[in-house]
C-alpha cells in the first residue's frame, strides 16, 4: 500500500516575495493539505496554547503585584499612624491599624500567620 504523498499548499515570506513551502502536506484542510506551519487549525491550537500559557502567567504576576501593593500600602499606613506618638500610644495605634490590615486581608483572601 503506497500512501499518498501531498505538497504544503502552504507561503512562506523570504524577506523579499512569498513562495510556495517545500514541506510536505500532513494536515487536510477544506480539502487542501499544509504541514503543521500552514495548518490553520494547528496554527491557531498553537496560538490558544501560547495566549492561555501567557495569561496564566499575567494573572499569576498581576496577583502578585496586586499583593505587593497592599502591603505596601498598609505598611505606609501603620508607619504614618505611629508617627509622634509616644512608645505605648504608639502600641495601642499599631494594634488599631494591625486590625484593620487583618480585616482588610481577610476581604482579599490573603493569609497572614
Ligand atoms: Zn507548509
Known sequence: MTKEI???EGFSWNGYA???CRYNGKFEDD???YCKNHHEPSIQAKRR???ETFNA???RDMAISDRRNFERKWFEELASAVVGYDQPTKR???R???AQFRDA???KGYEYE
Open 6 to 8: 501531498h505538497d504544503c
Open 18 to 20: 512569498n513562495y510556495k
Open 31 to 33: 480539502g487542501k493539505w
Open 49 to 51: 496554547a501560547r495566549d
Open 57 to 59: 502567567k499575567w494573572e
Open 92 to 94: 495601642v495605634v499599631a
Open 96 to 98: 488599631k491599624v494591625f
Open 105 to 107: 486581608a481577610k476581604e
